[in-house]
């Protein structure tokens, strides 16, 4: 199956201003424990309080929207329609969770997060893919790893010190994978990798969906 990867779009024509949305309304503070930013990489709870996205008066509303507000580091926001349409693929290791989007007429609209809770590294072709070891973020690769599947991946980064990381520096995709829609974590580019089956990009772009990019899984975007 081939795969694409799934970036929110940047063209200003489209979304009119980038980020989309930058205030949100939260339910108390972002301090709160029970915020959904307290939760990084895991299955977030049921009592989770989710921020509620207010759409920038320049901006246009798309079905997956840029936002810069904290909790939104490594999640998707998308419209009720797009997120059905997500959810009834063969998706893995992603938490769809209802909130609110309140755009420029204060209109309130359903819209969901995507929350990534498990990164599927098994989707990985990992005799063709290429990962580096940092001993920080600030510090060129310290050497080049091989690793033989997911699990020996998995292994190896749950040992490394704190602060250190694996980076997939070039990401291969399994041609037999039966899943549609999954994340990948230290991916390179913007950290998370969002993918999409051909036949899930079919849909989307065939229901008129607007505010994503499709490119290959190691195009950098924009």
């Not at 207010?54 to 904290?70: C, G």
């Not at 829609?181 to 849909?203: H, P």
């Amino acid at each position: 199956m081939k795969y694409y990867r799934f970036y929110i779009s940047a063209e200003s024509s489209v979304i009119g201003k980038y980020p989309q949305i930058h205030q949100c309304i939260v339910p108390t503070t972002v301090n709160d424990p029970n915020y959904i930013d307290n939760f990084f990489w895991e299955k977030v709870p049921e009592f989770t309080l989710l921020p509620q996205g207010i759409l920038d008066r320049k901006a246009k509303k798309t079905d997956l929207i840029s936002v810069s507000f904290i909790g939104f580091s490594t999640r998707l926001f998308v419209s009720c329609k797009l997120g059905k349409i997500l959810e009834n693929f063969n998706y893995w290791g992603l938490q769809y969770l209802p909130t609110t989007l309140i755009d420029n007429n204060s209109t309130k609209d359903e819209y969901w997060i995507i929350n990534p809770y498990y990164a599927a590294y098994e989707c990985l072709d990992f005799d063709s893919s290429l990962f580096s070891h940092y001993v920080s973020s600030f510090q060129p690769p310290e050497k080049k790893l091989v690793f033989k599947n997911a699990s020996d991946f998995i292994k190896v980064q749950d040992q490394l010190p704190s602060g250190q990381f694996i980076q997939i520096e070039r990401i291969c995709l399994k041609s037999d994978n039966d899943k549609d829609f999954f994340a990948i974590k230290n991916v390179s580019g913007d950290g998370t990798g969002y993918f999409v089956s051909q036949r899930l990009k079919d849909k989307i772009q065939d229901a008129g969906c607007i505010g994503m990019v499709f490119k290959e899984p190691n195009e950098i975007y924009p």
